[in-house]
């Protein structure tokens, strides 16, 4: 059984997800929201902070399932080399990577019914 604190991280990762998305419709796009400084600032708080709460699951069932590597390491970058950050790099990471992440995370809270 996985404990109520994973369930919570995976749920706040999903919400972070989807509020990256919400700002990104807003915005019309990923490209004009990462040219919009309250966007870009939107986008890698939310993506440090899904980061952040997904590097704290404990199960080793879930941690396996997830890209963990990638999605910390990112965290680290927007969090400690903020003026270093490669746009192209985050484009890339919200055009491909989250839709992966969020079928996973759903598939995951989906299949374990949590």
Not at 35 to 47: K, T, V, Y
Not at 105 to 110: G, L, M, P, Q, Y
Request: hydrophobic fraction near 45%; charge should be negative; proline fraction near 2%.
């Amino acid at each position: 059984m996985f404990e109520k604190g994973d369930v919570a991280r995976l749920e706040f990762a999903l919400m972070m997800i989807e509020d990256i998305e919400a700002v990104i419709d807003r915005h019309g796009g990923i490209e004009k929201a990462l040219d919009d400084f309250e966007g870009i600032h939107a986008i890698l708080m939310c993506l440090m902070q899904a980061g952040e709460s997904l590097n704290k699951i404990k199960d080793d069932e879930i941690r396996q399932q997830l890209p963990l590597a990638g999605i910390y390491g990112l965290r680290n970058v927007i969090a400690h080399d903020y003026e270093g950050i490669n746009l192209k790099q985050i484009q890339e990471t919200l055009r491909t990577h989250l839709p992966q992440l969020k079928m996973k995370i759903s598939r995951i809270i989906e299949t374990k019914g949590l």
